[in-house]
């Protein structure tokens, strides 16, 4: 039976497999969304291995109000941290929560992670900051993270994992990858003499320039 938004639905299912292969979760942990229109967001499944899911599995929330179908599917229980940064944040239309390693060894030390690589800086911004401790699916979490993630495309959560955004699931993909390269670039420089990181104000620069160029090259993928 073809369901409502199929195509998206599959493209979950592959972003899952692709997660674990990649390794940037494991079993049941973190959640990935994508935008369907100006009201609604599709998102993961509550407490189920990426490996089975299908796209039946999938769960559409309206982002503005969180409401959903409550006689279905358990959406991924941190769906509001999804809601929030797409309320915050119109040019995202993806979204992914990872607990991938290096980016949760800073995570968990709170640090600032400054852009000690030119992709770092280019596709996920100035810096990645680290957002305050919450406890998971609280007010507080969702408040401290789209904060964190102000200017950039991903956040660390303190003690916790990662969160990364894009204009689409590959550019989302992008980011978490670049995150966790630049984390483990940034954790070894530190014991090689200390991490020298590039000004704010030229990953900035950098960042803007590669937000521009990007849009292009989506467009005519389109
Ligand atoms: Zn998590």
């Not at 390794?23 to 049941?28: D, F, N």
């Not at 509550?46 to 929330?61: C, H, W």
């Not at 060894?105 to 911004?125: K, Y």
């Not at 950098?206 to 937000?211: A, E, I, P, R, T």
């Amino acid at each position: 039976m073809q369901l409502h938004y199929q195509q998206e639905r599959e493209a979950l299912v592959q972003a899952g497999l692709k997660l674990v292969e990649q390794g940037l979760v494991a079993r049941t942990w973190g959640n990935i969304s994508v935008k369907l229109n100006e009201e609604e967001m599709l998102i993961t499944p509550s407490g189920k291995f990426y490996e089975d899911l299908t796209p039946a599995d999938m769960v559409i929330i309206k982002f503005k109000t969180n409401d959903y179908d409550k006689t279905g599917i358990k959406p991924s229980s941190e769906f509001k941290l999804h809601s929030g940064i797409y309320n915050d944040r119109k040019e995202f239309s993806a979204i992914i929560h990872t607990h991938q390693m290096n980016a949760s060894t800073c995570a968990a030390a709170r640090v600032e992670v400054p852009a000690v690589l030119d992709d770092l800086a280019q596709i996920v911004g100035p810096s990645v900051r680290c957002a305050d401790y919450a406890l998971p699916s609280t007010k507080k979490i969702v408040r401290e993270t789209v904060k964190a993630m102000r200017g950039r495309n991903a956040a660390l959560m303190a003690n916790h994992g990662a969160v990364c955004a894009g204009r689409d699931l590959d550019e989302a993909f992008a980011v978490c990858q670049v995150l966790e390269k630049g984390c483990k670039a940034f954790i070894e420089a530190q014991f090689l003499g200390g991490a020298k990181h590039i000004s704010k104000f030229e990953a900035w620069a950098m960042h803007q320039v590669y937000l521009k160029k990007y849009s292009k090259i989506a467009k005519k993928k389109k």
